[in-house]
C-alpha cells in the first residue's frame, strides 16, 4: 500500500471508531437524548424521524410525508423531499447517508445548510434513533436510483448500495425499536396523530398522511388519517373551539416576520370560562410557557384594558379587573422561532430566553391594538365579556372562601364519606377516588388502612367544563374531592393558583368501571384536575387504576388479566393437559363484581397493581378531547365517540 492508501485507511478505522463509541453512548445513556425510555420515549423517535422531513418541507422541497405504524409496532416514515445525499463523504471515506445515519449530531458536523438534518429541541438526530433501533432501513431515491441501506442498533449491515431505478424522489425511513432498550414497544395512534395533526397546523403546506396497519376497519381497511392545513394557527384555534360557542367571527391573527423572533400567534374568544393557551417554540409544544407566553399575556393585558378604559365601556364597573379576566373564554396558539432556545423548567418545556418576551410583547400589541380599532363591535363583546369574568371572579372568591371557611370550622374538616389512612405523611399515602358507594365499600374493606384512603364519588360529578367557577364549589363531590385533598386556591396575584403545601396525598388514583359510564366519570374528574388542579397532574401525583378485564379460573387456580393477548396465553398455558373449556373465563365490566379481597389483589395491591400515570402529553389535544367530550356541542361527541368507540381505550 502506499503511504496515502495507509493514511486512508487509518482515518478510515479511527472514524469507525468513534462512531462505535458514539452509538455506544446512546444505548448506554438513552434517556440523555431521547428523555426516558418508557412510551414517551419511544414516541420520540417517530417525533425525531418526522422532524427531518419538516425541515426538508420547511426548506421547500417536500409537500407530502406518510407515517406508518406497520403489524410489528416498527414505523415507516416516507417524504417526497430531495432525498439524503448518498455520495461520497470525502473526509469520511463513506456515503454522506452512512454518516447522517451513524455518526451523532451528523448534523453539526457538515456546512449548516445542506446537511442539517435536525429539527429545533427533538434535534437529536436520526443517528440516536439508529442506534435505538434493533433494526433501521433507509431508502433514499434520488439522481434516478434506489438506494438503500440497513443497520441493526446503528451498525451498517452492508455499504450503501443501489437496488433498482427510479424517478422518485424523497427519503423513507423504517425503523423498529430495540426491545432491549424501551420497556414498552406499543404505539399509540391517539399520540401520534395528536402530534402529527399539531405538526400539520403549524406548517400549512405539509400534507401528512397517518396509517395504522395493525387496526383494520370493517372493510378491512387500516385506520388512517390525513392532516393538512392551509390556514395554519388561525384553522388551528378554531379547531380547538369546534366545541365552543364564538364570540368573535373571526381569530385574531398575528405575524411577525421582522426582527429577530419570527412568530405567529392565532387567537380567539368563546362563551366559555376557560383559558386555552399552548405555545410553541420551534414547533416544540412548551407546556410549562416562558417568555413567549409571558410577552404574549403582557401585550393582551396592556393593550385590552388601555382600549377598554378608552371607549368608555368600563365607566358603570365598579370593580378591579385583573390579569385572569382578559384570559377566560381566551383560545390561543402563540409559534415562535429562536435561534438557540434556552429551555428550562421541571420536564425542560419552558423558554427561558428573555429577549422574546419584548418582541412578542410589541408585535402583539401593536396587531391587536389595530384589530381592536377596526372592529369595534368584536371589540365589544371582548370587552363585555371580560367585565362579566371579573364579576364572576369576585363571586367564585366568596364560594370558594366559604369552602375552605367550612372546612377550619368542621373538627377534622374532611368529608364525611372519606375513609381516610392511617398515615400522616403525603408521600407514603394514596387517595383512591372510587366510581359508586358499593364499590366505594368494597374497595373499603379490601384497602391497607394504613396508607389508603377511599373517597366513594356518586354517580356524575359535576362537568366543570360547562359550568362557571364559582358553582364549581357548590357541587358536594367536588367539595369533599378538595377538602380530602387537603388543597386551597388562590393567592393575591393569582386567584386560580393551587396550593399544594398542605396536599395530603401523594398518589390519586382514579379507580372507576371499566364501561362507557366509568370512562365517562373518569374524563369528568380528569376535566376537573385538568382545568383547576393542573399541578397535580404535571408534578405526577394523578394515577388512573387498571382493574383486571378478565378472571380465568381453574379448580382453585384463579389468575387475572388486562389483555386479550395475555388472556389467550394464559388460558393456553392453565389448559396444559389439553382441556381448553376446563379454564372459566369471566369478563370483569364492573369493579363491583370483586369482592373486597378481589379488588385488593388485582387492583390496589401495590406489589400486583397496575396503575397509569396520568401526564398531559400534548395539552393542545388533552384540552380538545375534554372538551370534546365535554362541551356544549352533541353532534362534534357523537361523531367522536362512533368513531372511536372501536379503538379500545381513549387516552387521555
Ligand atoms: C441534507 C441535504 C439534502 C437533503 C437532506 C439533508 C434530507 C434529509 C432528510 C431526512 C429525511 N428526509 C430528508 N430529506 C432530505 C439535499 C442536498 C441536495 O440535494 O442538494
Known sequence: MTAEKLKKAAEYSASNIQVLEGL???????????????????????????????????????????????????????????????????????????????????????????????????????????????????????????????????????????????????????????????????????????????????????????????????????RSDEFFSEGGLREFVQYMDSTREKLISEPIYVESNKGTTPLQVAMSYNTSFSENLVSYVNNINTHEGGTHVAGFRRALTRTLKTYAEKSGLLEKVKIDINGDDFREGLTAVISVKVAEPQFEGQTKTKLGNSDVMGAVD???????????????????????????????????????????????????????????????????????????????????????????????????????????????????????????????FGTNDDHKALNLSKLRYHKIVIMTDADVDGSHIRTLILTFFFRYMRDLIEQGYVYIALP???????????????????????IKEMARDGKADSVNVQRYKGLGEMNPEQLWSTTMDPERRSLKLVNIESAAEADHLFSMLMGDEVAPRRDFIEKNAKYANIDI
Open 548 to 570: 383486571p378485564l378478565y378472571q380465568l379460573k381453574k379448580g382453585k387456580e384463579e389468575r387475572y388479566c388486562w389483555t386479550e393477548q395475555e388472556r389467550d396465553a394464559i
Open 24 to 222: 455506544e453512548a446512546v444505548r448506554k445513556r438513552p434517556a440523555m437524548y431521547i428523555g426516558d425510555v418508557s412510551v414517551k420515549g419511544l414516541h420520540h423517535l417517530v417525533w425525531e424521524v418526522v422532524d427531518n422531513s419538516i425541515d426538508e418541507a420547511l426548506a421547500g422541497f417536500c409537500d407530502l410525508i406518510k407515517v406508518t405504524i406497520n403489524t410489528d409496532n416498527s414505523v415507516t416514515v416516507e417524504d417526497n423531499g430531495r432525498g439524503i445525499p448518498t455520495d461520497m463523504h470525502v473526509k469520511e471515506k463513506r456515503s454522506a447517508l452512512e454518516v447522517v445515519m451513524t455518526v451523532l449530531h451528523a448534523g453539526g458536523k457538515f456546512d449548516k445548510d445542506t446537511y442539517k438534518v435536525s429539527g429545533g429541541l427533538h434535534g437529536v438526530g436520526v443517528s440516536c434513533v439508529n442506534a435505538l433501533s434493533i433494526m433501521l432501513r433507509a431508502t433514499v431515491y434520488r439522481d434516478g436510483k434506489v438506494f438503500q441501506q440497513e443497520y441493526s442498533r446503528g451498525i451498517p449491515q452492508y455499504p450503501v448500495k443501489v437496488i433498482g431505478e427510479s424517478d422518485l424522489r424523497g427519503t423513507t425511513i423504517d425503523f423498529k425499536p430495540d426491545a432491549d432498550i424501551f420497556q414498552v414497544l406499543e404505539y399509540n395512534y391517539v399520540t401520534v396523530s395528536g402530534r402529527l395533526r399539531e405538526l400539520a397546523f403549524l406548517n400549512p403546506g405539509i400534507r401528512i398522511i397517518l396509517k395504522d396497519l395493525r387496526e383494520k376497519d370493517e372493510k378491512g381497511e387500516p
Open 362 to 488: 410589541q408585535a402583539m400589541g401593536e396587531a391587536l391594538q389595530n384589530f381592536l380599532e377596526e372592529h369595534p363591535k368584536d371589540a365589544k363583546m371582548i370587552v363585555n365579556k371580560v367585565i362579566l369574568a371579573a364579576q364572576a371572579r369576585h363571586a367564585a372568591r366568596k364560594a370558594r372562601e366559604m369552602v375552605q371557611r367550612k372546612n377550619v370550622l368542621s373538627g377534622t374538616g374532611l368529608p364525611g364519606k372519606l375513609a381516610d389512612c392511617a398515615s400522616t405523611d403525603p408521600a407514603v399515602s394514596e387517595l383512591y377516588l372510587v366510581e359508586g358507594d358499593s364499590a366505594g365499600g368494597s374497595a373499603k374493606q379490601g384497602r391497607n388502612r394504613h396508607f389508603q384512603a377511599i373517597l366513594p364519588l356518586r354517580g356524575k360529578i359535576l362537568n366543570v367544563e360547562k359550568a362557571q367557577e364559582h358553582k364549581i364549589y357548590d357541587n358536594e363531590e367536588i367539595k369533599n374531592m378538595i377538602t380530602a385533598l387537603g388543597v386551597s
